[in-house]
């Protein structure tokens, strides 16, 4: 799975400089090895610095934001924006053609934050459920779609795999030894939406931590 960081921006799943061979070509190499690839993409956020936001501020939900850690307010998809709509449908098509045959889409609690959109009196999970039934159309069937920072019961009908907690450490902190008992916490209280999809725990990030440490994150992992 490329994760993040290939993108140009969030909001503008194009490749950047980084990438200047392109998407469809990596995929290809990936595959070339027995792998089959996968991509990250946060669909329905938009780095308000961006051409997107500049060129199309009708396509993002009023009064509505994320604050990241890292990348700071993003802003959210307007899917009941017809031409916005059409953009989550032709990013997701463009990026399955690609060669990639699964999307690791995170962040998609902001789908359903409050505020103005294009289409009157309509909920935010509403609308969430919106943007998931265009993004799985897209994808279509052939497809996986690994839903990451969801609504759980919402996203099922629509997803391949759900992760069933936060990640399992961040770039500000490191790996540390609450997050395995935390993740745990988090797999045995939504342990019932596991037996109707499958559950993600994130990758175990063990290194730097004691052996005792990482026998626990292993046996957590297992679950």
Request: hydrophobic share 50%; charged share 15%.
């Given at each position: 799975v490329i994760d993040d960081g290939w993108q140009k921006a969030w909001g503008e799943w194009f490749p950047n400089d980084k990438f200047s061979q392109g998407m469809e070509s990596l995929a290809q190499d990936i595959a070339q090895e027995g792998w089959?690839?996968?991509?990250?993409?946060?669909?329905?956020?938009?780095d308000p610095k961006?051409?997107?936001?500049?060129?199309?501020p009708d396509w993002l939900v009023m009064g509505a934001a994320f604050l990241h850690p890292i990348h700071g307010n993003l802003r959210v998809l307007d899917v009941t924006n017809p031409e916005a709509a059409e953009h989550l449908k032709t990013?997701?098509?463009?990026?399955?053609g690609w060669g990639y045959r699964m999307l690791k889409i995170d962040f998609l609690f902001a789908g359903t934050f409050v505020g103005g959109r294009k289409a009157d009196n309509i909920l935010g999970l509403e609308a969430y459920k919106i943007a998931l039934n265009i993004i799985r159309s897209a994808a279509g069937e052939q497809t996986e779609l690994l839903a990451v920072g969801?609504?759980?019961?919402?996203?099922?009908r629509y997803v391949d795999a759900w992760r069933v907690g936060p990640d399992i450490a961040f770039e500000q902190t490191g790996v540390n030894w609450h997050f395995i008992p935390g993740q745990a916490r988090n797999i045995a209280a939504r342990w019932p939406v596991c037996t109707i999809t499958y559950c993600d725990g994130d990758p175990a990030l063990l290194r730097g931590l004691p052996e005792s440490e990482v026998k626990v994150g292993a046996w957590v992992a297992a679950l």
């Open positions: 089959r690839p996968g991509i990250w993409l946060a669909p329905l956020l938009v961006s051409d997107l936001a500049a060129e199309h990013t997701i098509q463009r990026i399955v969801a609504p759980g019961i919402p996203s099922v």
